[in-house]
C-alpha cells in the first residue's frame, strides 16, 4: 500500500498554507498505518516527490506568490515518469519513505537538524522580497 504526500508534506513553505496541512496528514496517516500492519507482512509507503511538470504545476506557476518561487528556488521539476519510477524503485525494495529527488530525501532524513538553517533562509529570502516590494511601491 503506498499514498502520494508531497515534499510539502515534511517542511512548511510560504504559500502552501492550504495544501501542506494534508499532505502532512498523508504522511501521519502512513505511519500509523505502517506501524499496524508491519505485523501482517503488508509493505506501506509514502511518496514525497518534488514539483512534478503537470498541467497542475502550469497553473499553480501562474497564481504562485512571489515569495513561494523565491523559497522554492530553480528546481527543475520531475517528470510523471521519474517520480512513477521511483515509487516503483520503492515498493521493490520496501522503503516506507519513497523520496524520487534528493531534496525531499535529505529533509526526510535530516529534516530536524536542517530545519532550523532551512528556516533561517527561507525567511531571509522572503524578507528580501518584501524588501523589493516595497522600495518599488515607493
Not at 508531497?6 to 500509523?32: D, H, N, Q, T, W
Not at 506501524?35 to 502550469?58: K, N, R
Request: aromatic letters at 8%; proline letters at 8%; one cysteine or more.
Amino acid at each position: 500500500m503506498v499514498a502520494v504526500s508531497s515534499a510539502a508534506g515534511l517542511l512548511g513553505i510560504f504559500g502552501y498554507s492550504a495544501y501542506a496541512p494534508a499532505k502532512f496528514a498523508v504522511r501521519g496517516l502512513m505511519e500509523s498505518l505502517r506501524a499496524e500492519l508491519v505485523p501482517h507482512g503488508v509493505h506501506v509507503g509514502v511518496v514525497f516527490p518534488p514539483d512534478v511538470d503537470t498541467p497542475q504545476l502550469a497553473e499553480e506557476n501562474r497564481w504562485k506568490p512571489e515569495e513561494t518561487r523565491v523559497v522554492g528556488g530553480t528546481n527543475k521539476p520531475l517528470t510523471a515518469e521519474q517520480v512513477a519510477a521511483a515509487i516503483v524503485r520503492g515498493i521493490d525494495q520496501r522503503r516506507f519513505m519513497i523520496c524520487p529527488a534528493p531534496g525531499p530525501r535529505a529533509l526526510a532524513r535530516f529534516g530536524g537538524v536542517l530545519m532550523p538553517f532551512l528556516n533561517r533562509e527561507f525567511d531571509r529570502r522572503v524578507r528580501a522580497v518584501h524588501r523589493s516590494t516595497s522600495t518599488t511601491k515607493a
